[in-house]
């Protein structure tokens, strides 16, 4: 625990047999309650790899896309009642030892949300491919004025967010693919919750997973119609799924294909 709160790190899995115990093996104990990951219907060995780590773990039985797995990952942190959620992806593509720093910035009523930025730190050093650094630039400034936020990306996996946040955001109706991180903050935003930014160096390697080009694309799509879909909602000239009243939010009632939970 830390400042009374407890703190939770969830990891959303997909082929992670590689690289999950050296990322496990990095997060910062001392101060981290439990660690929650949700295999989604993986190929290889993630699901025994992380009960052999003592690591709760559940799994999907189909694939529900990256959005539909940080759903069930943030149902189960706020079922297990943390205070504190910080989403580290499992493929060492972000280093662990930012979570005492992220945590603190919540822990103690600095922040609502952090992200961990690879704008803020060189990620071309850090082996981004240039296009992908280009898209980012262009979009993270494209957003900012729609959503008239300063933030230096709003692409980075690693991101942490108080259980209000969580409680409160309609991330139920959000996308189930890798839009959702973007609608995430969109919302964060437009219910008013002031994000924090802390600098994260970025690794790309054979392991770390990272999505092709054509993929990129519908992201890259995605994100201006999120930031669009946001500013007509915001003057009350658009209503879309996910920014009204009556959207959905996670039901933290609801019940979880479990493959293993740690004892507490």
Known sequence: MLNGKKVVVVMPAYNAEKTLEKTYNEIYRDIVDEIILTDDKSSDNTKDLAKDLNITTIVHKENRGYGGNQKSCYTAALKSGADIV???????????????????????????????????????????????????????AFQNFFLRQHLSEYHTGYRAFKRNVLENLPLADCDEDFVFDNEMLALVTYYGYKIGEVSCPTKYFPEASSINFRRSCKYGFGVLGVSIKYFLAYYGLYKSKIFRKDAKKLDINAELPYYHKTEN
């Open 86 to 140: 910080i989403m580290l992806h499992p493929d060492y593509q972000y280093t662990p030892k930012l979570i005492p720093a992220i945590a603190s910035m919540l822990a103690f009523e600095e922040f609502d949300a952090v992200i961990a930025s690879r704008m803020l730190s060189n990620a071309l050093e850090g082996g981004m491919p240039l296009y992908k650094y280009i898209a980012n630039k262009f979009l993270t």
